[in-house]
């Protein structure tokens, strides 16, 4: 976050601010005054209690007043937190100078409070916006108080906090109530004119020139203001920007730009704006223009070296330089515009632009791009409703940016289930139905069911063992040694330097350490970050300067870090390394096999890679257009299938000598002799198995990789071996023939071994086979295609 984007030059908060209950009972009194009568008896309460607590109405110094008076506080607090909602909302009020919240519901103590009930910090937001944010809200409520200028209060303040359990980020939107807020003036005020008003108007980005015009001496706050953090991960229209933003093809496809343009025109209100894309590849120094045949971005239509495009490139380098967005009002009177680019936006009816730069971290990669055909449309309160969808547009362009040139084919097949090859057909044959139906129709029309029925499954699955155990033990050994890295720094410190801050700090550290040895719980990551990094790493700062004979401690400290996370990542880093071979090697090797299976006949496919890679296979004679059936087919994708994982457990056990954490893969085929069928959800895009009695299907390919052999405690899936799931002799009596097969080969070895299953939530009767693959077979091909 760039200071300049959010100026303010003051380092405290600048104005004289009291905590004060005064606003809150003065409501009370009104209720009390009032014909209200299912608030009288409320307030008749509060009155009489703070006969017995004078200091309440006075500005609270001491934040220990506080808990004298706990009773007629709840009681004063039920204005702004109804006891129906205190379970499930996240609310907490604060002093208008305090970072310290003085009432607050749980869920909001779980969210942004420290155990000291300290507001954190969230990531999206650095002090010093903090501080501006704060300045600012004061500086409209005086605005509108005094002046009688109503502030547009449309603007958003996203929250961005961790969640650990989940391992994902979430964003909260904070909604601000200032109803108990008073201010008052302590001297006359400066007269402001229409001009002077407009000025502040448009520099609501930079409290300097407020606090010139309207000094915070002025003023005395008093009251407190609430927080209600209100959880927008899926709030409609930015969730839908989102999930289309996530997909691989948005910026290929000019008809999911369209519909990205078209939401942003309903976000914005304003029927006529036009979006535009264009990134920027570092190691090219050049532009991406994703509209070169489908007109994405509207500024970058000439080519490199002309003075259009050298003009956009000047405007990028000063995004980056700045990090300020650009606004025009108008491009015909505007002199912000280089040679060149002023005369062809105008060619093109754009008179009024914001142009803003998309990070993915901290490199910058593109630029977004909103233009108007009117003067005005978009302003710098505009900017503010950007900023939240800019780094979904960030993570696309990025992600557009690294596979457009390598791996088009590849993404499409992946994640757009609906243009595999093999059904391209049946989706063609829906729209002409659709257009059809849309011609002859006078109201909507639905897309009808595409249902393939009487398919025949394979799924296989190879995945890493004990990866959770293994990530979770990486994670515990890299904070064990960054504290222990800290404790020694700081012990070290303790012995030239008697300040007793840096006992106190290297007490908790060997608390945490302590704590860290016997096992972690997940939340106790983010106590520990926080602790090495508002706390010891300032205080190596300061040892660094007055104690130069730790300095090289501390260098080796940072050393230990690494350079983009700025934490000890050494072991979590083996780990992701060796999973990512272990995937890739398993991925690309199954993805060349599929293309000799579609050669046997044509079938829908689908890979998954988590913690080891699955695949689901779907064959029959309702996927294929043209070619006929026979069950001959399906027998021979079920040895194709079978010899498949023979080879990834070889080539993944070969793997093992080369990895840095010794991580082994297990094996597993589920047979499901009766055809099911298979339906397209266009709401996921992507297929689901079709009907009730299918569905136990799906249920036993969730739960099998973890089951057991039945009573006992082994795991059916084994390290070098591969468990077929079977429900029916007949389904056995088909695979032993492909073992017996695979065995004259040397592919398996003699040891077969005949399982029962424990039973599973809803499943019970599944049996096994578990063969064992040799690891010995000199086959430096490994290709199941030629067999």
Known sequence: MHSREHNISVATFPFKANLSFKPIIRYWQQQHDGCRSSFMLCAQE??????????????????????????IIDLLMTAVFPPATREIEAIGTVGPQYDVSIYHTELFKQIILTDQNHLKRPLNIDEQRVLFNRVRMLYFLILEKFYGVQVPHDEFLIYTVPDYQLGLYRHYNVEINTQFLDITNTEPLPPLDEEAIQHLLDNIRDMDVWMEALPPRLFEVNGFYTLHLVDVTEQEVLSSLKNDLLERDVMLAADRFEQLQEKVRIYFKRPHLQLGVAAFHKNKSAFVNFGNKINHSF????????????????IYDSLVRDGNPLVVKDVEKTEQLPDGVREEMLGMGIRNIVLALLRYGDDPIGILELGSPNPGDLDNFSISKMEQFLPLFSVAVNRNSEEIEARVQAVIRDRFTAIHPVLEWRFREAALNLLEKMNHATGPVEMEPIVFPDVYPLYAAADVRGSSTERNTAILGDLIEHLQLAEAILKKAAEVHSLPIIDELRFSVSRHLEQLKQGILVQDGLTIFELIRTQAEPMFEFLEVTHPDLLPHIQAYRAAMDPELGILYKRRKAFEES?????????????????????MYPHYFEKFKTDGVEFNIYVGASLEERQPFDLMFLRNLRLWQLMVMCEITRRTAALKPKLKVPLETTQLILIHSQPLAIRFRQDERKFDVDGAYNIRYEIVKKR?????????????????????????????NEYTEYIEYLQNKGILTGNVENLEVEDLQGVSGLKALRVEVNLNRDNPDGDAGEE
């Open 46 to 71: 509060i009155n009489k209690q703070l006969k017995e607590a004078p200091e309440l109405l006075e500005p609270i110094k001491d934040l220990t007043t506080l808990h004298k008076h706990e009773c």
């Open 579 to 599: 999973l990512t071979l272990i995937n890739e090697t398993i991925s690309d090797y199954v993805e060349q096999e599929e293309l000799n299976a579609q050669q």
């Open 704 to 732: 099998v990789d973890k089951a057991h052999v039945r009573d006992t405690e082994e795991r059916l899936t084994q390290p070098y071996k591969i468990a077929i799931v079977y429900s029916h002799a007949r389904e056995a």
């Open 299 to 314: 500024l970058l239509q000439s080519e490199p070296g002309s003075s259009s495009y050298v003009g956009f490139k000047t």
